[in-house]
T-cell receptor
C-alpha cells in the first residue's frame, strides 16, 4: 500500500501557484519524499525529491515540514501544460525499496 | 538523448490470445522495470531487472505472464493467454541502477482485451 495520502483532485488558475499537499505521517528516517506527475497518455515523469530540507529545481519546489509528516509540492506559475496527475511517494534511496504509487492528485489548471 | 521506447502503443486482442510488449531502455541504464496501470490507479510494479537478472518478480502473475531481458538491454513482456482483466496500460521504465533516484518511463502500451 502507498504510504502517502493526497487529495483526489484540485483546481488552480493558470498563472497562479499550485500547491499540492501530501501526508506521510509514517515516514521513516531513511525515506525520501518523491514527486512524479503523469500527463494524459504519457508515462510518469520525475519532478523532484527531498529528505529534510526544502528543495527547488526548474520544475517545482518541495516544502517538507520539520517533523517530515507532510510536504507540499509547489508549481510557482501553473500553465495548462501542468494539468496532470501528481503522485507523492516515499521510499528509501538505498536497498530494494520499491516506488509504490497511490492514486495521486488530479490537478486541473483552469484558463 | 532518446527516452524509453515502447511498442506497440496500442494493442487490441480477443481473450485467450497471446500478446507481447517490447521495451528499449535508455542507453546505459542497467535497471529495467515493467509496471501495469489500471484505469484510475497508479502504476504497479510487475517485475524489475538488474541487467539480465530478474531481481523482483513477486507481483508478476506467473501462470500467464512472462518476461525476459536478454543481453541486459531490450525487454519483452508477454501474456499468454490474455484475460479480460488484463486490459490496462503496461509501462516500462529504466534507471541507471536501483539506487538511483530517477526512473524514466516510456509512454506505455495500452492493451484492450475483448
Amino acid at each position: 500500500d502507498a504510504k502517502t495520502t493526497q487529495p483526489p483532485s484540485m483546481d488552480c488558475a493558470e498563472g497562479r501557484a499550485a500547491n499540492l499537499p501530501c501526508n506521510h505521517s509514517t515516514i521513516s528516517g531513511n525515506e525520501y519524499v518523491y514527486w512524479y506527475r503523469q500527463i494524459h497518455s504519457q508515462g510518469p515523469q520525475y519532478i523532484i525529491h527531498g529528505l529534510k530540507n526544502n528543495e527547488t529545481n526548474e520544475m517545482a519546489s518541495l516544502i517538507i515540514t520539520e517533523d517530515r509528516k507532510s510536504s507540499t509540492l509547489i508549481l510557482p506559475h501553473a500553465t495548462l501544460r501542468d494539468t496532470a496527475v501528481y503522485y507523492c511517494i516515499v521510499r528509501a534511496s538505498w536497498g530494494d525499496d520499491k516506488i509504490i504509487f497511490g492514486k495521486g492528485t488530479r490537478l486541473h489548471i483552469l484558463p | 538523448e532518446a527516452g524509453v521506447v515502447q511498442s506497440p502503443r496500442y494493442k487490441i486482442i480477443e481473450k485467450k490470445q497471446p500478446v507481447a510488449f517490447w521495451c528499449n531502455p535508455i542507453s546505459g541504464h542497467n535497471t529495467l522495470y515493467w509496471y501495469r496501470q489500471n484505469l484510475g490507479q497508479g502504476p504497479e510494479l510487475l517485475i524489475r531487472y538488474e541487467n539480465e537478472e530478474a531481481v523482483d518478480d513477486s507481483q508478476l502473475p506467473k501462470d500467464r505472464f512472462s518476461a525476459e531481458r536478454l543481453k541486459g538491454v531490450d525487454s519483452t513482456l508477454k501474456i499468454q493467454p490474455a484475460e479480460l482483466g488484463d486490459s490496462a496500460v503496461y509501462l516500462c521504465a529504466s534507471s541507471l541502477d536501483r539506487r538511483t533516484d530517477t526512473q524514466y518511463f516510456g509512454p506505455g502500451t495500452r492493451l484492450t482485451v475483448l
